[in-house]
T-cell receptor, first 112, second 112 residues
């Protein structure tokens, strides 16, 4: 089945140690999103790729970066994780002109 | 600016006790309104897309309806397995139309 896959499901990292989360999709969707979701809060958009074009939200900290080497893969890099970066990170995809979004299962990040 | 407000924030029901969740929205032209179910520690799972006022969709014990200002997710005779957070999101038909705006969700607990 076509889907969005996030790895790993759970990630524990040390304070200040760089960490990379990955997302892959078999839907051939041209838009990919990274969201941060903390407990009892709405998903917060960090950035998204429209095809190869990177779009950063104004309030996304510089600590967060992303790469999209090809249509299928997208990575979230956290350069120096702080305790406040502990959250669920969600990857989603969509296709231009078609409503709706498909989410991955998320990566739960713990910072110790 | 597009806005989505969900109420109540939390809802506790007894098994079999029907109720409704509300999603009020403000958007500059609606392309689509989406309902998702999110279980703890997992990514949102797609439930419904509604496109225009008056539209209704059903899936098992869930029924989603849409007006020009709000959407309701009706839960008929809920079971404990319906316990989850229900997220509402809207997609505008203008501007950055592929970027969804999410509400904070309603946390539903159904007691046996």
């Amino acid at each position: 089945d076509a889907m969005v896959i996030q790895n790993p499901r759970y990630q524990v990292t040390q304070f200040g140690k760089p960490v990379t989360l990955s997302c892959s999709q078999t839907l051939n969707h041209n838009v990919m999103y990274w969201y941060q979701q903390k407990s009892s809060q709405a998903p917060k958009l960090l950035f998204h790729y429209y095809d190869k074009d990177f779009n950063n939200e104004a309030d996304t900290p510089d600590n967060f970066q992303s790469r999209r080497p090809n249509t299928s893969f997208c990575f979230l890099d956290i350069r120096s994780p702080g305790l406040g970066d502990a959250a669920m990170y969600l990857c989603a995809t969509s296709r231009e002109g078609a409503p709706g979004y498909t989410f991955g299962s998320g990566t739960r990040l713990t910072v110790v | 600016e597009d806005q989505v407000t969900q109420s109540p924030e939390a809802l506790r029901l007894q098994e079999g006790e029907s109720s409704s969740l509300n999603c009020s929205y403000t958007v500059s032209g609606l392309r689509g309104l989406f309902w998702y179910r999110q279980d703890p520690g997992k990514g949102p799972e797609f439930l419904f897309t509604l496109y225009s006022a008056g539209e209704e969709k059903e899936k098992e014990r869930l029924k989603a309806t849409l007006t020009k200002k709000e959407s309701f997710l009706h839960i008929t005779a809920p079971k404990p397995e319906d316990s989850a957070t229900y997220l509402c999101a809207v997609q505008a038909s203008s501007g950055g139309s592929y970027i969804p705006t999410f509400g904070r969700g309603t946390s539903l607990i159904v007691h046996p």
